[in-house]
């Protein structure tokens, strides 16, 4: 059974100093509406599996409600994001300021980039399916043939005459 969910700090935490963020504006985003609700949802991941009243069916459908919970906050504070970011080059560009710093942040791309990653997968196992298959009719293909390779062998081959037994001479008395 896995462990508890820890909570997101370390999480948080971790992303902001692998992005050089100041630690000042993480504290906030520790307590937002998003965090608190997708702590919430992954902490329930352990709390199904820990209830002997749910059938191992009704714990694997809870975790995958909860989950989509996740998903769904998630992609909401990347909306939210996404809106703050447009807001922001909007009003640099208003200004006259660059607003290159804020490249790392347009989520869209990352998207785009996802799902042109997806497409692409998504080719490759429709190719991969299609190899299989053919694969599978050649293996058949080849396997009808060597039956009947065997099969007109067999009937080629002539039945080996039975060896005449030699005669026993009579034995004498």
């Known amino acids: ?42 902490g329930q991941l352990a709390e199904i599996d820990r209830n002997p009243a749910l ?29 703050l970011v447009e807001a922001a080059r909007d009003v640099a560009e208003a200004h006259g300021l660059d607003a290159s710093i804020l490249g790392a942040l347009d989520l869209r791309a990352t998207q785009g980039e996802l799902d042109a990653i997806r497409e692409e997968f998504d080719r490759h196992k429709a190719e991969t399916g299609e190899l299989v298959a053919r694969l599978e009719a050649e293996t058949l293909e080849h396997r009808e043939a060597l039956e009947k390779a065997k099969a007109e062998r067999a009937e080629a081959k002539p039945e080996p005459e039975p060896e005449a037994k030699p005669k026993q001479k009579p034995k004498a008395s």
């Open 1 to 42: 059974m896995p462990k508890p969910f820890q909570g997101l700090t370390p999480y948080i935490e971790g992303a902001a100093d692998a992005r050089g963020v100041d630690p000042e504006f993480v504290g906030p985003a520790k307590s937002s509406w998003h965090a608190k609700r997708v702590q919430d949802a992954l």
């Open 55 to 83: 059938s191992e069916s009704r714990k694997a459908a809870s975790k995958r409600d909860a989950f989509a919970r996740v998903g769904a906050i998630l992609a909401s504070a990347a909306a939210a994001l996404d809106g």
